[in-house]
């Protein structure tokens, strides 16, 4: 059973960091790509960062410059380090893993997820 654990959030002023992590682990077939998503409340879940098995990452227009996703492939985890915090960047992340096949249709899995929260 394929179980993604993010870890990282919190609460932190505007202009700060955070980097969140999500570790993935059982048996992954056909893994396509790994990312983040977000939800603030009232609002639809929305992409944040992904990054392809092949490396090419994929950004928000509202997060390009300031996120960057990356991977250790070794320790099965993906990072999303944030900088320069801005109060609408306040939701629950949710880590995303995909995978799919030439004989399987794409499913997704998705971690618990972690408040961000940033103070203004």
């Known amino acids: 059973q394929v179980q993604l654990v993010e870890s990282g959030g919190g609460l932190v002023q505007a202009g700060g960091s955070l980097r969140l992590s999500c570790v993935r682990s059982g048996l992954i077939f056909s893994l396509t790509r790994m990312g983040w998503y977000r939800q603030a409340p009232g609002k639809q879940r929305e992409l944040v960062a992904t990054?392809?098995?092949?490396?090419?990452?994929n950004y928000a227009d509202s997060v390009k410059g300031r996120f960057a996703i990356s991977r250790d492939n070794g320790k099965k985890t993906v990072y999303l380090q944030m900088n320069s915090l801005k109060p609408e960047d306040t939701a629950v992340y949710y880590c995303?893993?995909?995978?799919?096949?030439?004989?399987?249709?794409?499913?997704?899995?998705w971690g618990q997820g972690t408040q961000v929260t940033v103070s203004s």
């Open positions: 995303n893993l995909a995978t799919a096949s030439r004989f399987t249709p794409e499913r997704n899995y």
């Open positions: 990054i392809t098995v092949d490396g090419d990452t």
